[in-house]
Protein backbone atom coordinates (compact mmCIF):
# COMPACT_ATOMS: atom_id res chain seq x y z
CA UNK A 1 0.00 0.00 0.00
CA UNK A 2 1.25 3.34 -1.27
CA UNK A 3 1.40 5.36 2.35
CA UNK A 4 1.66 8.50 1.08
CA UNK A 5 -0.98 8.40 -0.98
CA UNK A 6 -3.22 7.12 1.75
CA UNK A 7 -3.26 9.92 3.85
CA UNK A 8 -3.43 12.08 1.23
CA UNK A 9 -6.96 10.82 0.51
CA UNK A 10 -7.31 10.83 4.55
CA UNK A 11 -6.35 13.96 4.81
CA UNK A 12 -8.94 15.04 1.21
CA UNK A 13 -11.94 14.21 3.88
CA UNK A 14 -10.61 17.70 5.41
CA UNK A 15 -10.45 21.11 4.21
CA UNK A 16 -7.16 22.65 3.00
CA UNK A 17 -5.12 23.82 6.11
CA UNK A 18 -1.16 24.70 6.74
CA UNK A 19 -1.13 22.62 9.74
CA UNK A 20 -2.03 19.06 8.56
CA UNK A 21 -1.50 17.36 12.27
CA UNK A 22 -4.72 19.59 13.00
CA UNK A 23 -6.66 19.38 9.89
CA UNK A 24 -10.70 19.71 10.48
CA UNK A 25 -13.45 20.10 8.35
CA UNK A 26 -15.59 22.51 8.64
CA UNK A 27 -19.35 22.43 10.27
CA UNK A 28 -22.14 25.20 10.47
CA UNK A 29 -22.62 26.89 14.12
CA UNK A 30 -25.33 25.11 16.16
CA UNK A 31 -25.63 21.45 14.04
CA UNK A 32 -26.59 18.90 15.53
CA UNK A 33 -25.43 15.31 15.47
CA UNK A 34 -26.98 12.85 12.76
CA UNK A 35 -27.11 9.27 13.12
CA UNK A 36 -23.91 8.36 11.29
CA UNK A 37 -21.66 11.09 13.92
CA UNK A 38 -19.38 9.64 16.52
CA UNK A 39 -19.92 11.23 19.22
CA UNK A 40 -18.02 11.53 22.51
CA UNK A 41 -19.72 13.15 25.24
CA UNK A 42 -17.52 13.29 28.08
CA UNK A 43 -17.91 10.72 30.66
CA UNK A 44 -21.51 9.41 29.34
CA UNK A 45 -21.23 6.69 26.21
CA UNK A 46 -23.15 7.33 23.28
CA UNK A 47 -25.26 5.16 21.69
CA UNK A 48 -26.00 6.89 18.54
CA UNK A 49 -25.36 3.89 15.05
CA UNK A 50 -21.94 5.79 14.24
CA UNK A 51 -20.56 4.77 17.61
CA UNK A 52 -21.68 1.17 16.81
CA UNK A 53 -20.52 0.83 13.64
CA UNK A 54 -16.80 2.35 14.99
CA UNK A 55 -16.92 -0.22 17.89
CA UNK A 56 -17.50 -3.27 15.39
CA UNK A 57 -15.34 -1.93 12.98
CA UNK A 58 -12.45 -1.54 15.80
CA UNK A 59 -13.33 -5.39 16.50
CA UNK A 60 -13.16 -6.42 12.88
CA UNK A 61 -9.40 -4.86 12.41
CA UNK A 62 -8.17 -5.57 15.98
CA UNK A 63 -6.14 -8.82 15.25
CA UNK A 64 -4.36 -7.16 12.84
CA UNK A 65 -3.90 -3.90 14.64
CA UNK A 66 -2.33 -5.77 17.23
CA UNK A 67 0.19 -7.71 15.41
CA UNK A 68 1.47 -4.31 13.23
CA UNK A 69 3.86 -2.31 12.81
CA UNK A 70 3.45 1.78 13.88
CA UNK A 71 3.11 2.66 10.70
CA UNK A 72 0.26 -0.14 10.19
CA UNK A 73 -1.58 1.08 13.03
CA UNK A 74 -2.04 4.04 11.77
CA UNK A 75 -2.64 3.12 8.64
CA UNK A 76 -5.62 1.69 10.50
CA UNK A 77 -6.81 4.14 12.39
CA UNK A 78 -6.74 6.63 9.35
CA UNK A 79 -9.14 3.59 7.85
CA UNK A 80 -11.66 3.48 10.51
CA UNK A 81 -11.51 7.35 10.33
CA UNK A 82 -12.50 7.10 6.42
CA UNK A 83 -15.18 4.46 7.22
CA UNK A 84 -16.77 6.66 9.43
CA UNK A 85 -16.29 9.62 6.67
CA UNK A 86 -17.66 7.61 4.04
CA UNK A 87 -20.98 6.58 5.44
CA UNK A 88 -21.61 10.24 6.03
CA UNK A 89 -20.49 10.52 9.70
CA UNK A 90 -18.64 13.05 11.84
CA UNK A 91 -16.58 12.86 15.08
CA UNK A 92 -17.88 15.28 17.05
CA UNK A 93 -17.56 16.13 20.66
CA UNK A 94 -19.43 18.35 23.13
CA UNK A 95 -18.14 21.17 25.18
CA UNK A 96 -19.59 22.22 28.72
CA UNK A 97 -22.35 24.42 27.27
CA UNK A 98 -23.16 21.55 25.21
CA UNK A 99 -22.28 22.93 21.61
CA UNK A 100 -21.46 20.28 19.10
CA UNK A 101 -17.55 20.36 17.77
CA UNK A 102 -16.38 18.41 14.50
CA UNK A 103 -12.86 17.03 16.02
CA UNK A 104 -9.74 17.69 13.63
CA UNK A 105 -7.91 14.74 12.38
CA UNK A 106 -5.16 14.63 15.01
CA UNK A 107 -7.77 14.61 17.53
CA UNK A 108 -10.03 12.27 15.59
CA UNK A 109 -7.19 9.47 15.70
CA UNK A 110 -6.01 9.90 19.28
CA UNK A 111 -10.14 8.99 19.90
CA UNK A 112 -10.23 6.06 18.09
CA UNK A 113 -6.53 5.00 19.40
CA UNK A 114 -8.02 5.30 22.72
CA UNK A 115 -11.42 3.21 21.91
CA UNK A 116 -8.98 0.44 20.28
CA UNK A 117 -6.90 0.45 23.67
CA UNK A 118 -9.75 0.27 25.85
CA UNK A 119 -11.10 -2.90 24.01
CA UNK A 120 -7.65 -4.61 24.07
CA UNK A 121 -7.71 -3.97 28.19
CA UNK A 122 -11.51 -5.31 27.90
CA UNK A 123 -10.20 -8.87 25.86
CA UNK A 124 -7.38 -9.15 28.26
CA UNK A 125 -9.39 -9.03 31.46
CA UNK A 126 -10.26 -11.72 33.81
CA UNK A 127 -13.68 -11.04 32.82
CA UNK A 128 -13.17 -11.89 29.40
CA UNK A 129 -10.19 -14.73 29.61
CA UNK A 130 -12.33 -16.64 32.39
CA UNK A 131 -9.33 -16.27 34.18
CA UNK A 132 -10.96 -16.27 38.14
CA UNK A 133 -7.52 -15.49 40.25
CA UNK A 134 -7.27 -12.11 41.18
CA UNK A 135 -5.44 -9.29 38.81
CA UNK A 136 -2.61 -7.07 40.77
CA UNK A 137 -2.85 -4.20 39.54
CA UNK A 138 0.45 -2.15 40.44
CA UNK A 139 -0.60 1.55 39.22
CA UNK A 140 -4.25 2.67 38.63
CA UNK A 141 -4.90 4.99 35.19
CA UNK A 142 -7.10 8.19 35.46
CA UNK A 143 -10.46 6.23 34.65
CA UNK A 144 -10.24 2.94 36.75
CA UNK A 145 -12.67 3.07 40.40
CA UNK A 146 -10.71 3.27 43.28
CA UNK A 147 -12.20 1.90 46.47
CA UNK A 148 -10.82 3.23 49.67
CA UNK A 149 -10.88 6.39 51.77
CA UNK A 150 -10.55 9.78 50.20
CA UNK A 151 -10.27 8.34 46.31
CA UNK A 152 -10.46 11.19 43.72
CA UNK A 153 -9.59 9.71 40.41
CA UNK A 154 -12.11 10.52 36.75
CA UNK A 155 -13.26 7.21 37.44
CA UNK A 156 -14.65 7.78 40.54
CA UNK A 157 -16.01 11.27 39.54
CA UNK A 158 -18.22 9.33 36.97
CA UNK A 159 -19.29 6.50 39.07
CA UNK A 160 -20.98 9.83 41.34
CA UNK A 161 -22.34 11.29 38.41
CA UNK A 162 -23.91 8.04 37.21
CA UNK A 163 -25.21 7.22 40.69
CA UNK A 164 -27.13 10.55 40.46
CA UNK A 165 -28.35 10.58 37.32
CA UNK A 166 -29.50 6.87 37.57
CA UNK A 167 -30.78 7.27 41.19
CA UNK A 168 -34.48 7.87 40.44
CA UNK A 169 -34.18 5.36 38.04
CA UNK A 170 -33.31 2.56 39.64
CA UNK A 171 -35.31 3.40 43.54
CA UNK A 172 -38.63 3.58 40.20
CA UNK A 173 -37.61 -0.45 39.56
CA UNK A 174 -38.79 -3.72 41.67
CA UNK A 175 -36.21 -5.60 43.44
CA UNK A 176 -35.66 -7.91 40.63
CA UNK A 177 -34.89 -4.98 38.69
CA UNK A 178 -32.54 -2.89 39.71
CA UNK A 179 -29.98 -4.78 38.62
CA UNK A 180 -30.48 -3.87 35.58
CA UNK A 181 -29.55 -0.31 36.39
CA UNK A 182 -26.43 -1.56 38.79
CA UNK A 183 -24.92 -3.53 35.50
CA UNK A 184 -25.17 -0.46 33.15
CA UNK A 185 -23.23 1.73 35.84
CA UNK A 186 -20.43 -1.17 35.46
CA UNK A 187 -20.43 -1.35 31.87
CA UNK A 188 -20.33 2.44 31.37
CA UNK A 189 -17.04 2.24 33.22
CA UNK A 190 -15.87 -0.44 31.71
CA UNK A 191 -16.71 1.16 28.57
CA UNK A 192 -14.35 4.53 29.38
CA UNK A 193 -11.66 2.12 29.79
CA UNK A 194 -12.07 1.96 33.60
CA UNK A 195 -11.48 -0.63 36.35
CA UNK A 196 -13.10 -1.09 39.84
CA UNK A 197 -9.76 -2.15 41.65
CA UNK A 198 -9.33 -1.94 46.12
CA UNK A 199 -6.36 -1.55 47.68
CA UNK A 200 -4.09 -4.93 48.62
CA UNK A 201 -0.39 -5.27 50.12
CA UNK A 202 1.08 -5.09 46.86
CA UNK A 203 -0.84 -2.64 45.06
CA UNK A 204 -4.56 -2.82 43.87
CA UNK A 205 -6.44 -5.56 42.82
CA UNK A 206 -8.99 -5.48 40.00
CA UNK A 207 -12.47 -6.47 40.90
CA UNK A 208 -14.52 -9.31 39.60
CA UNK A 209 -17.86 -8.60 37.53
CA UNK A 210 -19.71 -9.58 40.47
CA UNK A 211 -17.85 -7.82 43.40
CA UNK A 212 -18.05 -4.66 41.45
CA UNK A 213 -22.02 -4.97 41.16
CA UNK A 214 -21.91 -5.46 45.01
CA UNK A 215 -19.82 -2.39 44.92
CA UNK A 216 -21.96 -0.18 42.62
CA UNK A 217 -25.42 -1.38 44.75
CA UNK A 218 -23.58 -0.37 47.97
CA UNK A 219 -22.74 3.25 46.38
CA UNK A 220 -26.68 3.46 45.53
CA UNK A 221 -28.05 3.01 48.88
CA UNK A 222 -25.32 4.79 50.26
CA UNK A 223 -26.71 7.57 48.51
CA UNK A 224 -29.93 7.33 49.27
CA UNK A 225 -29.33 7.39 53.17
CA UNK A 226 -27.03 10.75 52.13
CA UNK A 227 -30.60 11.92 50.83
CA UNK A 228 -32.57 10.90 53.85
CA UNK A 229 -30.13 12.49 55.94
CA UNK A 230 -30.47 15.76 54.39
CA UNK A 231 -34.11 15.59 54.26
CA UNK A 232 -34.69 15.24 58.41
Known amino acids: VDMHR???????????????????RTSPLGFEPNADDVLFMGYKTSKNLGNHRLRE???EVFQQYNAGTHEQKRFLVDGLIASIHNSGGRFLKQDKESVWRELTLKES?????????????RLASPRATGIVTPSIVSEPIADDVLFGRNQQTRGNELLHRLVKERFEEYESLDRGTKMSVVDSIVQTIRDEGGRF????SNGWVELSNEHARA??????????????????
Open 6 to 24: HLKWIESCFNSSDDRSTLS
Open 215 to 232: KVSKWLSNYRRDLKKVAS
Open 57 to 59: RVK
Open 109 to 121: RTKVMQIVRNYKR
Open 197 to 200: LEPE
